[in-house]
T-cell receptor, first 114, second 111 residues
């Protein structure tokens, strides 16, 4: 079974703090993704990576950065947390190649910025 | 501008009846489509997919239909069960190697 594990289920952080969300996958997948889920907006792509040390901006990268130093780990960094970053954050991984693959998701991190 | 649209935010269906969830997309380059199911406080789980070379794919109670000319797909659940109550996301694979998701439809199956 593919496993994508996010380091925290729930986090509460203060405005201005630097926040790290960690994600690890155990299936040797090349592709990894960070999404946020907000009511009525669905899942919006923040960043993705298709290889170690590679990163691509998604639809809403502002206020975020990522790090992929190892193939199995993809970290999302909120440089200076703000209340509008309160959301459910979802990490996913997938093998390469389109047209026949699915993304496997972690359990999500519910982040609240106060 | 949303490339994947699910115009019904919610849907209620009686147990045992058919649930039909709809999805429209705008990018004709999408060639692979997926449905995910999500319970509260959990990550989405993959349900069923369809390639653009097909118009139907079936897996047990779940069937996905694709109409490429209309840029429309639908998920049919027959018969619906209370455990099917969840948010359903339609997604398309973007050849830029990422997945584009719709806003979701909350399905409630009433006993």
């Amino acid at each position: 079974d593919v496993k994508v594990t996010q380091s925290s289920r729930y986090l509460v952080k203060r405005t201005g703090e630097k926040v790290f969300l960690e994600c690890v996958q155990d299936m040797d997948h090349e592709n990894m993704f960070w999404y946020r889920q907000d009511p009525g907006l669905g899942l919006r792509l923040i960043y993705f990576s298709y290889d170690v040390k590679m990163k691509e901006k998604g639809d809403i990268p502002e206020g975020y950065s990522v790090s992929r130093e190892k193939k199995e780990r993809f970290s999302l960094i909120l440089e200076s947390a703000s209340t509008n970053q309160t959301s459910m954050y979802l990490c996913a991984s997938s093998p390469p190649g389109g047209g026949s693959t699915e993304a496997f998701f972690g359990q999500g991190t519910r982040l609240t910025v106060v | 501008d949303q490339q994947v649209k699910q115009n019904s935010p919610s849907l209620s269906v009686q147990e045992g009846r058919i649930s039909i969830l709809n999805c429209d997309y705008t990018n004709s380059m999408f060639d692979y489509f997926l449905w995910y199911k999500k319970y509260p406080a959990e990550g989405p789980t993959f349900l069923i997919s369809i390639s653009s070379i097909k118009d139907k794919n079936e897996d047990g109670r779940f069937t996905v239909f694709l109409n490429k000319s209309a840029k429309h797909l639908s998920l049919h659940i027959v018969p619906s069960q209370p455990g099917d109550s969840a948010v359903y996301f339609c997604a398309a694979y973007n050849y830029g190697q990422n997945f584009v998701f719709g806003p979701g439809t909350r399905l409630s199956v009433l006993p």
